[in-house]
């Protein structure tokens, strides 16, 4: 009986090691270091560049938007986002699944690697994604940052692609909600619209 028991055990193991090892690949989404990217978007007939600040310890990720219209920061670790409109001195809470759009789909998404790319000087791992709603591909660096995502959601196209990587760490402060701005009520999202956050299927 022990015999055979153990002989259950050891097939029990020898079967669930391909499922683990799919189930483990897939690609760190998070950045596992200090980083600033500077992206060139593309969407919807448009086309600008935005930087992404990473605090890889705290999981803050800070987007500068275009033309210093302001910044949009989300805490993964507290789960809250904000966005700042400086010509405005306005702030404005932003639900995490709009501020964190990316990473949000990503943690649930299917993965599938690819090949190999260098993006901004940088290596990445090429991955094809399948996630709820939206499908596409990620070029993205073994320590978690993404250089390159092109795909579709909610019926939107747009394509995101760094042209410089810094590693460097970043000022907390950045991550900070600035004082003595006013705070904004978030207009509430209809079904189909899409929040500033940053998604790479639909770069704003």
Same mark, same amino acid.
């Given at each position: 009986?022990?015999? &055979?028991? +153990?002989?259950?055990?050891?097939? &029990?193991?020898? %079967? =669930? ?5 799919? %189930? ?10 200090? *980083? ?11 086309? &600008? ?6 605090? =890889? ?11 210093? %219209? ?9 789960? +809250? ?12 809470? *932003?639900?995490?699944?709009? &501020?964190? $759009? ?7 998404? +299917? ?18 994604? /399948?996630?709820?709603? !939206? ?9 978690? *940052?993404?250089? +390159? %995502?092109? $795909?579709? =959601?909610?019926? /939107? ?5 760094? *042209? ?5 760490? !970043?000022? =907390? ?5 600035? /004082? ?20 790479? $299927?639909?770069?704003?």
């Amino acid at each position: 009986m022990r015999h &055979a028991m +153990r002989h259950a055990i050891a097939a &029990a193991i020898v %079967a =669930a090691l391909p499922v683990a090892a799919q %189930a483990q690949d897939r690609p760190q989404i998070f950045p596992t270091r200090d *980083v600033a990217v500077t992206y060139r978007v593309a969407g919807q007939g448009q086309a &600008a560049e935005l930087t992404m600040l990473w605090s =890889a310890a705290q999981r803050l990720m800070r987007m500068n938007m275009p033309q210093g %219209a302001g910044y949009l920061v989300a805490d993964h670790q507290s789960q +809250r986002g904000f966005m700042v409109m400086e010509a405005m001195r306005m702030i404005m809470d *932003v639900p995490m699944e709009q &501020a964190a $759009g990316y990473q949000r789909d990503l943690e649930n998404a +299917r993965f599938t690697r690819g090949g190999t790319e260098k993006i901004a000087g940088t290596d990445c791992t090429v991955w094809r994604y /399948q996630g709820q709603g !939206q499908s596409g591909e990620a070029c993205i660096t073994s320590d978690g *940052v993404m250089l +390159r %995502a092109q $795909g579709a =959601a909610q019926g /939107q196209q747009g394509r995101m692609e760094a *042209v410089r990587v810094v590693y460097a760490p !970043q000022d =907390a402060s950045l991550f900070r909600r600035p /004082q003595g701005y006013q705070t904004m009520q978030a207009p509430a999202m209809q079904p189909g619209m899409v929040a500033p956050g940053a998604r790479p $299927g639909t770069p704003r």
